[in-house]
T-cell receptor, first 109, second 113 residues
Framework: GQNIDQPTEMTATEGAIVQINCTYQTSGFNGLFWYQQHAGEAPTFLSYNVLDGLEEKGRFSSFLSRSKGYSYLLLKELQMKDSASYLCAVMDSNYQLIWGAGTKLIIKP | NAGVTQTPKFRILKIGQSMTLQCAQDMNHNYMYWYRQDPGMGLKLIYYSVGAGITDKGEVPNGYNVSRSTTEDFPLRLELAAPSQTSVYFC????????????FGQGTRLTVV
């Protein structure tokens, strides 16, 4: 079966750095996505990785290791508005997105 | 651009009733998707479409139907609503098969009682 695993919840302090991990087992791989979803709102796109390595975009970075079936999202200089759920999704060999359950990130002052 | 527009935002249905969730996008995207999101769960694909006149089942299609008569519109039909269909429904669209960025509507919160 296909599976995406993420921690259910994480807590971090404003101004700090947090790393949200995602491991996956899918039938084929055509890229890994990270989305941000604030409570009661739609997911919004953060990043896309298809090759191994680190992609940096402002305060957010995403890393991929295809051989390990592993990715992480790194958030720096945390702000209160970063409190949200972070969804990891993998596109499989049929070009379908398989979604993790999301990691709820709580930022404390 | 409005992006992806979903209506209604909230709806309460009685068991056995039917309804249509509307979804429209103005970005000329070929790919459109319907997902449901249950509390604490990932998004589950209900149906998707790769272009006007073409639809296909996703992971959880039972109890739903779709149509894609135009590029812009992708309505989702619920027939004989059941409590198990209580969920938040999201419509999304994308411009390419690799779906490098999917744009989501604001969601429809449906309760079946």
């Amino acid at each position: 079966g296909q599976n995406i695993d993420q921690p259910t919840e994480m807590t971090a302090t404003e101004g700090a750095i947090v790393q949200i991990n995602c491991t996956y087992q899918t039938s084929g791989f055509n890229g890994l996505f990270w989305y941000q979803q604030h409570a009661g709102e739609a997911p919004t796109f953060l990043s896309y990785n298809v090759l191994d390595g680190l992609e940096e975009k402002g305060r957010f970075s995403s890393f991929l290791s295809r051989s390990k079936g592993y990715s992480y999202l790194l958030l720096k200089e945390l702000q209160m508005k970063d409190s949200a759920s972070y969804l990891c999704a993998v596109m499989d060999s049929n070009y379908q997105l398989i979604w993790g359950a999301g990691t709820k990130l709580i930022i404390k002052p | 651009n409005a992006g992806v527009t979903q209506t209604p935002k909230f709806r309460i249905l009685k068991i056995g009733q039917s309804m249509t969730l509307q979804c429209a996008q103005d970005m000329n995207h070929n790919y459109m998707y319907w997902y449901r999101q249950d509390p604490g769960m990932g998004l589950k694909l209900i149906y998707y479409s790769v272009g006007a006149g073409i639809t296909d089942k996703g992971e959880v299609p039972n109890g739903y139907n779709v149509s894609r008569s135009t590029t812009e519109d992708f309505p989702l039909r619920l027939e004989l609503a059941a409590p198990s269909q209580t969920s938040v429904y999201f419509c999304a669209s994308g411009s390419s098969e690799l779906n490098t960025e999917a744009f989501f509507g604001q969601g429809t919160r449906l309760t079946v009682v």
